[in-house]
């Protein structure tokens, strides 16, 4: 199982960022997939989770209405569409898979700072 994410970068407030995690190494299909995100000097914050069809998203309520989780089945690709970010919203995320055996990519920095 492989999952590298991709995407993140220095942003503005207000400013969007849309990062991206091709996974590999399994039947990307048939597993919800999740964003989790570490701030600095902080422990790991869910952010997002998608059902394996995409008829389902949910949120942390503190990126609710702001971030858009979505995958691309034939790709092998899972995406986190992020606006209106905040210097709060900083934070290593990561690109995991839950159940069974959790896997986790090595993650992409996002820094919110003007």
């Known amino acids: 199982v492989q999952l590298v994410e991709s995407g993140g970068g220095l942003v503005q407030p207000g400013g969007s960022l849309k990062l991206s995690c091709a996974a590999s190494?399994?039947?990307?299909?048939?597993?919800?997939m999740s964003w989790v995100r570490q701030a600095p000097g902080k422990g790991p914050e869910w952010v997002s989770a998608?059902?394996?069809?995409?008829?389902?998203?949910d949120y942390a309520d503190s990126v609710k209405g702001r971030f858009t989780i979505s995958r691309d089945d034939a790709k092998n690709m899972l995406y986190l569409q992020m606006t209106g970010l905040q210097p709060e919203d900083t934070a290593l995320y990561y690109c995991?898979?839950?159940?069974?055996?959790?896997?986790w990519g090595k993650g992409t920095l996002v820094t919110v700072s003007s």
């Open positions: 995991v898979r839950f159940g069974g055996m959790d896997y």
């Open positions: 190494g399994f039947t990307f299909s048939s597993y919800y």
């Open positions: 998608i059902a394996t069809d995409g008829s389902r998203a």
